[in-house]
């Protein structure tokens, strides 16, 4: 087989031109593509931020706190003055009932308290006023120790100083101001310094103060 040598440089330079070509126009479009490609990512970085930057909701402006209210120290509490307690004594009653059983023994006195005297005279009234005033006296004096409470005559001017007694003095009249007052002696007041009940009996009844009489 006979090659003609003259005919393969224009047949090979034709190839490689074509080839040439091609892969020059390959490598064109792959550097503008990728030159593209390149382009648009950093567009994208570059737009990132700002799109963020737009999308991220606005951070609320914090409400202007209010200074607390300076606290004023406690000041103690004045004391307290406590009222007085009043204690209450409750007696029986037998003593009272023994006594008026005694009124009523000497000197008739409930007979006499319990009676309508309007249909009587003075003089009747008079007569028996002074049984019950001499039964009366002489409980008294058996049973029960007696003394004023004020020396001084009655009608004497007298002055009562601050922090009297209230319970073994009244005043009476125009009371004005407070203590001292100057006043009259109206009565000099009693107190008893010693009773002398007698005894009773177990049983017996203090209500009955005065026994019904029959007369047989």
Same mark, same amino acid.
């Given at each position: 087989m006979n090659i003609d040598l003259t005919l393969i440089p224009s047949t090979f330079d034709a190839v490689h031109a074509g080839l040439l070509a091609t892969v020059a126009g390959l490598l064109v479009l792959q550097i503008l593509f990728l030159t593209i490609a390149f382009m648009a990512?950093?567009?994208? *970085?570059?737009?990132? &931020? !700002?799109?963020? $930057?737009?999308? *991220? @909701? !606005?951070?609320?402006? @914090?409400? &202007?706190?209010?200074?607390? @209210? !300076?606290?004023?120290?406690?000041?103690?509490? &004045?004391?307290?003055?406590?009222?007085?307690?009043?204690? +209450?004594?409750?007696?029986?009653?037998? %003593? %009272?009932?023994?006594?008026?059983?005694?009124?009523?023994k000497e000197a008739r006195f409930i007979d006499f308290a319990q009676e309508d005297v309007g249909k009587y005279s003075d003089a009747d009234i008079g007569a028996a006023a002074r049984v019950v005033h001499e039964g009366c006296r002489k409980v008294l004096r058996q049973h029960f120790e007696l003394? $004023?409470?004020?020396?001084?005559?009655?009608?004497?001017? +007298?002055?009562? @100083?601050?922090?009297?007694? %209230?319970g073994s003095i009244r005043i009476t009249g125009n009371i004005v101001g407070v203590a001292p007052f100057t006043g009259t002696l109206v009565h000099r007041g009693w107190k008893a310094t010693e009773v002398k009940l007698p005894k009773v009996t177990e049983g017996h009844d203090v209500k009955i103060i005065s026994p019904a009489e029959v007369e047989l």
């Open positions: 990512v950093f567009r994208k *970085r570059e737009t990132t &931020p !700002a799109r963020l $930057s737009v999308e *991220r @909701p !606005a951070e609320p402006t @914090p409400l &202007p706190v209010a200074p607390k @209210p !300076a606290i004023a120290e406690a000041k103690p509490e &004045p004391a307290r003055v406590k009222p007085e307690t009043v204690i +209450i004594k409750e007696y029986t009653p037998d %003593a %009272a009932l023994q006594l008026l059983g005694l009124l009523q003394e $004023s409470v004020r020396t001084e005559a009655e009608g004497k001017r +007298i002055t009562l @100083p601050k922090g009297f007694d %209230a």
